[in-house]
C-alpha cells in the first residue's frame, strides 16, 4: 500500500486527543475523522486538526482503513467489534476488554475478517523496556510499582484493569513460563472499586513477581526492579532509563567478584507515537502487531486471576469490601 491510510479516533478525551495528534501528523496516515459521544470534547479536537467530527462512530464504518478505540474500557469491545467485522485495522486501548467473552469475540471477529487488531499496551514501546528487553535471560524476581495519583477518570474498572494490567502483559511477555500460583490484596479507597493491589505472581520456572498498583498514591511512579543471575536491573519508564549492576567472575588472585554499575543504552522517543506507527505499519503492511488480541487477552486474564484472588483473600480474612 503506498498511498496514505485513512485514520480515525474513537473517543478523544484525556488520552484520544494524543492519538489524534499523531495520526495527523505521521506521514502515511491521513487524519479524517474523530468521534466523540461529548460534542464539545469532539468539536473541539476536530476543529484544532481541520478534521470531520462525528457522535457516532458507526457513520465511519467502512469510510476508513485504522482507528483508534479510545474510549472507556465498557464500550471496547462494542465499539471495535463493528469496525474489526468490517475489516478496519483497530488499535484498541488498555485493557482489551471487560471480559475474556468480549476479548474472544474481537479476536475472532479479527481473524475472520483478516483485519490487524492491536492492543494499547504502551510500555512494549516504552525504548527503556525494549533494551531491557534485549538482555533478559532468566528472569527471577520482579519488584514492580506503579503508583499514579487519583483522577476521576476510567472508574469504569478498578486499578488491576486500568493500571495493574500493563505490568502483567510486561512480565507475562518476559518470563517464558505459565503462572502457578497468584496470591492478591487490595482495597477500595476513594472509589467503590478495588484502588490498591498487590499480587505476587508464581511461575512454573521459579520465577517470582511481587506488583503495586495504586491510583491513589500521593506520587507517580512506574518503576520496575528485576534480578538474573548475576544481574540486577532498575527500568524507570517515566524516565526511560534502565539501571544496572552486574556481577564479573572475581579476576585473577582477587577474593570477591567486581561489580559493575552502568545504564542500559536507550533511545529516548515517545512511547505513543512509536505504537501508533507500529499499528499504521501492521495495517499497511498486514503483519502481526507486536501487542496483539491475544496479548491483550493474556494480560487481562492474569488481570480477572487476580481480582479473583482479591476477592478470595477479603472472604478468608473476613474483610467487607463492598459499601453496600
Ligand atoms: P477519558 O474519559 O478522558 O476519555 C474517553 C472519551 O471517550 C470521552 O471524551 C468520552 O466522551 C468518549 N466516549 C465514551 N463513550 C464513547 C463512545 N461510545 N463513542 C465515542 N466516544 C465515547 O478517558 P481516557 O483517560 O482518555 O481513557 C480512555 C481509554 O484509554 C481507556 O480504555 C483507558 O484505559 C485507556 N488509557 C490508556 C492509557 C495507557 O497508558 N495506555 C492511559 C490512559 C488511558
Same mark, same amino acid.
Given at each position: 500500500m503506498t498511498e496514505q491510510l485513512r485514520t480515525a479516533v474513537i473517543g478523544v478525551g484525556h488520552l484520544g486527543r494524543e492519538h489524534a495528534r499523531i495520526y495527523s501528523s505521521l506521514?502515511?496516515?491521513?487524519?479524517?475523522a474523530v468521534c466523540d459521544t461529548n460534542e464539545s470534547t469532539g468539536r473541539e479536537i476536530a476543529e484544532r486538526y481541520s478534521v470531520r467530527f462525528v457522535s457516532d462512530y458507526r457513520e465511519l464504518i467502512g469510510q476508513v482503513d485504522a482507528v483508534s478505540v479510545v474510549t472507556p474500557t465498557v464500550s471496547h469491545h462494542d465499539v471495535a467489534l463493528d469496525f474489526l467485522q468490517a475489516g478496519t485495522g483497530v488499535l484498541v486501548e488498555?485493557?482489551?476488554? +471487560?471480559t475474556l467473552d468480549e476479548a474472544d469475540a474481537m479476536i475472532n471477529a479479527a481473524e475472520k475478517s483478516g483485519a490487524i487488531l492491536q492492543v494499547g499496551h504502551i510500555e512494549r514501546f516504552n525504548p527503556a523496556f525494549q533494551s531491557l528487553q534485549k538482555v533478559?535471560?532468566?528472569?527471577?524476581f520482579f519488584e514492580v510499582h506503579r503508583m499514579g495519583i487519583f483522577t476521576p +477518570?476510567?472508574?469504569?474498572?478498578?486499578v488491576v484493569m486500568d493500571l495493574m494490567v500493563h505490568e502483567l502483559d510486561i512480565i507475562a511477555e518476559l518470563v517464558p513460563s505459565e503462572v502457578t500460583k497468584i496470591h492478591a490484596v487490595g482495597i477500595p479507597i476513594l472509589t467503590r472499586k478495588i484502588d490498591l493491589a498487590n499480587a505476587r505472581l508464581e511461575f512454573a520456572d521459579g520465577c517470582v513477581a511481587n506488583i503495586t498498583a495504586s491510583r491513589v498514591s500521593g506520587e507517580r511512579l512506574r518503576k520496575l526492579r528485576l534480578f538474573q543471575p548475576h544481574q540486577y536491573y532498575s527500568l524507570d519508564y517515566a524516565e526511560q532509563q534502565v539501571a544496572m549492576c552486574k556481577l564479573m567472575p572475581p579476576v585473577s588472585g582477587a577474593l570477591q567478584p567486581e561489580i559493575v554499575a552502568d545504564y542500559l543504552p536507550v533511545n529516548k522517543r515517545e512511547p505513543l507515537l512509536a505504537e501508533i506507527e507500529s499499528f499504521v505499519n501492521a495495517v499497511r503492511e498486514k503483519t502481526t502487531p507486536v501487542v496483539s488480541g491475544s496479548d491483550g487477552r493474556r494480560a487481562l486474564k492474569l488481570a480477572h486471576d487476580v481480582l479473583t484472588r482479591i476477592k478470595e483473600h477479603s472472604q478468608l480474612a473476613g474483610i467487607n469490601l463492598s459499601f453496600d
Amino acid at each position: 500500500m503506498t498511498e496514505q491510510l485513512r485514520t480515525a479516533v474513537i473517543g478523544v478525551g484525556h488520552l484520544g486527543r494524543e492519538h489524534a495528534r499523531i495520526y495527523s501528523s505521521l506521514p502515511n496516515s491521513e487524519l479524517i475523522a474523530v468521534c466523540d459521544t461529548n460534542e464539545s470534547t469532539g468539536r473541539e479536537i476536530a476543529e484544532r486538526y481541520s478534521v470531520r467530527f462525528v457522535s457516532d462512530y458507526r457513520e465511519l464504518i467502512g469510510q476508513v482503513d485504522a482507528v483508534s478505540v479510545v474510549t472507556p474500557t465498557v464500550s471496547h469491545h462494542d465499539v471495535a467489534l463493528d469496525f474489526l467485522q468490517a475489516g478496519t485495522g483497530v488499535l484498541v486501548e488498555k485493557p482489551i476488554a +471487560r471480559t475474556l467473552d468480549e476479548a474472544d469475540a474481537m479476536i475472532n471477529a479479527a481473524e475472520k475478517s483478516g483485519a490487524i487488531l492491536q492492543v494499547g499496551h504502551i510500555e512494549r514501546f516504552n525504548p527503556a523496556f525494549q533494551s531491557l528487553q534485549k538482555v533478559i535471560t532468566r528472569p527471577l524476581f520482579f519488584e514492580v510499582h506503579r503508583m499514579g495519583i487519583f483522577t476521576p +477518570r476510567s472508574l469504569d474498572i478498578d486499578v488491576v484493569m486500568d493500571l495493574m494490567v500493563h505490568e502483567l502483559d510486561i512480565i507475562a511477555e518476559l518470563v517464558p513460563s505459565e503462572v502457578t500460583k497468584i496470591h492478591a490484596v487490595g482495597i477500595p479507597i476513594l472509589t467503590r472499586k478495588i484502588d490498591l493491589a498487590n499480587a505476587r505472581l508464581e511461575f512454573a520456572d521459579g520465577c517470582v513477581a511481587n506488583i503495586t498498583a495504586s491510583r491513589v498514591s500521593g506520587e507517580r511512579l512506574r518503576k520496575l526492579r528485576l534480578f538474573q543471575p548475576h544481574q540486577y536491573y532498575s527500568l524507570d519508564y517515566a524516565e526511560q532509563q534502565v539501571a544496572m549492576c552486574k556481577l564479573m567472575p572475581p579476576v585473577s588472585g582477587a577474593l570477591q567478584p567486581e561489580i559493575v554499575a552502568d545504564y542500559l543504552p536507550v533511545n529516548k522517543r515517545e512511547p505513543l507515537l512509536a505504537e501508533i506507527e507500529s499499528f499504521v505499519n501492521a495495517v499497511r503492511e498486514k503483519t502481526t502487531p507486536v501487542v496483539s488480541g491475544s496479548d491483550g487477552r493474556r494480560a487481562l486474564k492474569l488481570a480477572h486471576d487476580v481480582l479473583t484472588r482479591i476477592k478470595e483473600h477479603s472472604q478468608l480474612a473476613g474483610i467487607n469490601l463492598s459499601f453496600d
